[in-house]
């Protein structure tokens, strides 16, 4: 699989991988926070497919919002969040640890596929799975981080209580407006 990019107006544009019928069978194989895939991921090479699809999906997903928060998301429920995925699937996630039944996941598919159907799309494709739950102030990642070379300068940094006036960007906006002021002089 090779990601290409298009440039637009600025922008950059990655290309999306194809669709996949068996993601979800993937997965299962290789992904420890998988619960369950219902529905189907249907085949979809072209880019524009492939963001259509993308569109209805976020279609479905705003649809039943009222409906999820109602009754699925927390508080009232375990739900933590759901969207979709860029793989062409929308995801419904549990915290970690989370004791989970095949008939509360019923429920919240079937809201998923109602809304989904409106739009004439059957079988729409929701996984299921876990994600680690990030408390406010707790750091995600868990790596440390071990500096070598300068640790003089970190002290420096570390000690120094004087805010900074600094405003990110600043100099090199002045810059750049200060180069096309004398641009246009010429």
Do not use: C
């Not at 933590?80 to 915290?95: A, D, K, R, T």
């Amino acid at each position: 699989m090779s990601i290409n990019s298009t440039s637009y107006a600025g922008a950059e544009q990655v290309d999306l991988p194809d669709f996949d019928p068996q993601i979800f069978d993937q997965l299962e194989e290789r992904d420890d926070n998988y619960i369950l895939g219902k529905g189907k991921v249907p085949l979809i090479a072209s880019e524009s497919g492939k963001r259509a699809w993308l569109n209805d999906l976020n279609n479905v997903k705003t649809g039943v919002k009222e409906e999820m928060t109602a009754e699925y998301m927390r508080p009232n429920g375990s739900v933590m969040s759901y969207g979709y995925n860029y793989q062409g699937y929308l995801s419904v996630q549990f915290p970690v640890g989370t004791e989970l039944n095949e008939s509360m996941m019923d429920g919240i598919y079937s809201i998923f596929n109602e809304e989904a159907m409106e739009d004439n799309i059957s079988d729409v494709p929701v996984l299921f799975e876990y994600s680690p739950e990030i408390t406010v102030g707790e750091s995600f990642d868990t790596v440390d981080y071990e500096i070598i070379d300068e640790p003089e300068i970190i002290n420096e940094t570390a000690n120094n209580t004087e805010p900074s006036h600094n405003i990110p960007g600043f100099t090199f906006l002045i810059t750049i407006l200060a180069f096309l002021i004398a641009s246009g002089k010429r």
